[in-house]
């Protein structure tokens, strides 16, 4: 048997990259890829974080994560773009039909990284992954990195060597002289704890793991460590399963820039936030059937609510009325900062138990449908509701967060 041969497609930069590609296409001249620029959200909702980074702004020190406001200290002249989540899902939606292409095993795996089977096909890896980079980069705009390796793990290491733009090979006989010499922090799923473990141990480099006795390693760190050290070793055998890793839930949580004292104002935002969580579920062809709802005072004290519907459901309404029927039950009119909505226990839409208690209102489902494909075509606040008119508040709350929409990588690969 041959051996496996796998890609780990990554997207250089992807959030700036779809918004370069994005502003190009539509006009600008400039090339967000090629100033120092970010995409990051609005500082003066407590949202300011950037999101993603261009090369050029990385030269000023500026990392993914930090406050607009620091990254700015950093780079007077930075460029700061809001996100639009649905643009970037039709922007992966676009890769993963160029993959398609080049073998039938796809697993999507966050909205910017797709792992994809090449094994037993006729062409040459090598020859086929510079077509397919060259392909994205020459048709969608935007450069990838191809990692190549026998196994999931050691292709997503390679994928991460040198960018942008740029294809990798990671196999068993090249580990030792690639991956070994690599810090250990550098291995997936370890993070700065258990850096800090096995640093305290003289474990410094992924080498320095994969050369550690294995059941030294099982005995002082149990499972999570055998797992890391079969990791360092370069084993994983995971299949590349089609499509996404199902998830159990979608939620979307905002802290505004100001007190929220009335009711009115409260049922605003979370309708707002419920706007988003019915967009994303639609979107992932799911409905829920547990809504839950949290808030926070503006003392730091948190509370929530949850209810179980009889029928699972993906319609913005009835998130909406039911997340304001819980609000309504534990407010204690205090000021409030934070809300969270929380839509989870999901099921397909294809196929889920109806009742005869409660009746589907088909008018709003294809209301929603079609509002949906206005706002991924034409952005988010094409179409608003007229409540937020002069509100201060913004008509959609939250976003397709790659960690929540497109699960990213968990130990099970």
Not at 103 to 115: G, K, L, T, V, W
Not at 396 to 407: L, M, R
Request: with cysteine; charged share 25%.
């Amino acid at each position: 048997m041959s051996e496996r041969v796998v890609f780990h497609i990554d997207v250089n930069s992807a959030y700036l990259s779809w918004e370069a590609v994005y502003r190009l296409q539509h006009g600008s001249c400039i090339d967000l890829r090629n100033i120092p620029s970010i995409v990051g959200g609005d500082q003066e909702k407590r949202h300011g974080i950037v999101l993603a980074k261009s090369i050029p702004a990385k030269k000023y020190g500026i990392i993914t994560g930090e406050s607009v406001h620091s990254a700015k200290e950093k780079c007077p002249e930075l460029v700061s773009v809001p996100p639009n989540y649905p643009r970037y899902v039709l922007a992966s939606d676009e890769m993963i039909k160029v993959l398609e292409k080049y073998s039938p095993n796809i697993q999507r795996y966050s909205i910017d990284e797709a792992f994809l089977d090449f094994s037993n096909r006729d062409e040459y890896f090598l020859d086929a992954a510079l077509r397919l980079k060259e392909e994205i980069k020459n048709n969608l705009g935007f450069t990838v990195n191809i990692g190549i390796g026998p196994n999931k793990l050691l292709a997503k290491m390679a994928s991460d060597f040198s960018k942008p733009d740029r294809i990798h090979t990671l196999f068993q006989n090249e580990i030792k002289d690639k991956m070994h010499p690599l810090p250990i922090r550098d291995l997936f799923m370890v993070g700065s704890r258990t850096e800090k473990k096995l640093q305290s141990r003289g474990i410094f480099t992924i080498g320095d793991l994969a050369n550690t006795k294995r059941d030294y390693i099982h005995s002082w760190l149990k499972k999570p460590g055998l797992l890391i050290w079969e990791y360092a070793n370069g084993i994983e055998n995971s299949p590349v399963k089609n499509g996404l890793i199902p998830l159990k839930s979608v939620g979307n949580s905002t802290t505004m820039p100001f007190d929220v004292e009335s009711k009115e104002e409260a049922h605003k935002v979370l309708l707002a936030i419920s706007e988003m969580i019915g967009l994303r579920s639609r979107d992932l062809n799911s409905c829920g059937q547990v809504i839950s709802v949290s808030i926070k005072n503006h003392m730091f004290f948190s509370y929530s609510h949850q209810r179980k519907l009889i029928v699972p459901t993906n319609c913005t309404n009835t998130i909406y009325k039911t997340a304001r029927d819980l609000f309504d039950e534990m407010w204690q009119g205090e000021p409030l900062r934070n809300f969270s909505i929380n839509l989870s226990q999901l099921v397909s839409n294809d196929f889920f138990q109806l009742s005869i208690l409660e009746s589907i209102n088909k008018k709003e489902e294809m209301l929603d449908r079609t509002i949906d494909s206005i706002r991924l075509r034409y952005g988010q606040n094409s179409v608003i509701r007229s409540c937020f008119l002069y509100s201060g508040i913004d008509p959609i709350i939250g976003g397709v967060v790659a960690e929540e929409a497109y699960p990213m990588m968990s130990s099970i690969l």
